[in-house]
């Protein structure tokens, strides 16, 4: 319950521990610090080095970090009245091109997508860090005001006139969509 494990009354001889993630996880990065408190799984493959054991050794540091995988998403919708926020009868707009950038600010596209018949779009299974999400007009549309006064927080536009969201954090299991 608490993640502990323990293979006892071992033989002397040489062994390598495999751990597997339960799914939406990940691994964290291997061999970071103190030999007690890093992780020891390959990230890749989730293995530890081979480590040999003498009789009467009992070696208690072979760890493996891991986290829940996050998600960044959400709508894009045609703003029927110009007022800058999300109304209830307002239709999202399909096949919007959406860019997400590692860093803040912008420093790579890592992903690309399209909004769906409904307007939503999503970016699954991202490691923890800094993102920043880029909207492509289609021709003849325009960005509506960002953070406009005129709604609250969960109904108004996070991207500004160029299409681009201000940078967002994202930490172990944050779901964003």
């Known amino acids: 319950a608490d993640g502990y494990y323990l293979f006892d009354e071992l033989m002397p001889g040489k062994y ?92 790579e596209v890592i992903a690309t997508t399209t909004t769906d018949a409904e307007g939503y779009y999503a970016f699954c299974e991202l490691m923890p860090g800094d993102y920043t999400v880029q909207f492509v007009a289609p021709e003849g549309y325009y960005f509506c005001e960002q953070y406009s006064d005129a709604c609250d927080y969960e109904n108004d536009s996070n991207a500004n006139a160029d299409g681009i969201t201000d940078c967002v954090t994202i930490v172990d299991a944050d779901d964003l969509t």
């Open 16 to 107: 390598n521990i495999r751990f597997i993630l339960p799914d939406g996880h990940a691994f964290t990065l291997q061999d970071q610090g103190d030999d007690g408190a890093d992780s020891d799984a390959d990230p890749a493959t989730g293995e530890t080095e081979c480590t040999a054991l003498e009789p009467g050794e009992n070696d208690l540091t072979w760890d493996a970090g891991i986290f829940e995988l996050a998600s960044i998403g959400d709508y894009v919708w045609y703003d029927e009245n110009g007022n800058g926020c999300q109304d209830e009868d307002e239709p999202g707009v399909a096949g919007v091109e959406v860019n997400l950038w590692t860093g803040c600010p912008p420093q």
